[in-house]
Nanobody, 120 residues
Framework: QVQLVESGGGLVQPGGSLRLSCEVS????????MEWYRQAPGNQRELVAR???????NYMDSVKGRFTISRDSAKNAVYLQMNSLKPEDTAVYYC??????????????WGQGTQVTVSS
């Protein structure tokens, strides 16, 4: 069973920074994309950032210029550097990995979530 272990969440003041990490354990055939989602109470889960096998990255508009997603393929890890944090960034952040097996079967793996709270 593939497991995603997240870390790096916590309480930070507005304008501060946090670095989230997600490490993939267990056997995995091929990672096509690694993503970060977030969900605040009462809101739907939304895609924050993604990176694919080509190295391209995408961000939701509200975090552009502040967040950076990066990937360490050798370690099967993905990171989210969050700078200039705002109270509206407060949410549970989830790591998501898309696995393709023989280009036929898709598997979605989710981390347990890590709480990020931005408050004075």
């Amino acid at each position: 069973q593939v497991q995603l272990v997240e870390s790096g969440g916590g309480l930070v003041q507005p304008g501060g920074s946090l670095r989230l990490s997600c490490e993939v354990s267990g056997y995995i055939f091929s990672i096509s994309a690694m993503e970060w989602y977030r969900q605040a109470p009462g809101n739907q889960r939304e895609l924050v950032a993604r990176t694919d096998s080509s190295g391209s990255t995408n961000y939701m508009d509200s975090v552009k210029g502040r967040f950076t997603i990066s990937r360490d393929s050798a370690k099967n890890a993905v990171y989210l550097q969050m700078n200039s944090l705002k109270p509206e960034d407060t949410a549970v952040y989830y790591c998501h990995v898309v696995e393709w097996v023989l280009a036929i079967d898709r598997y979605d793996h989710w981390g347990q979530g890590t709480q990020v709270t931005v408050s004075s």
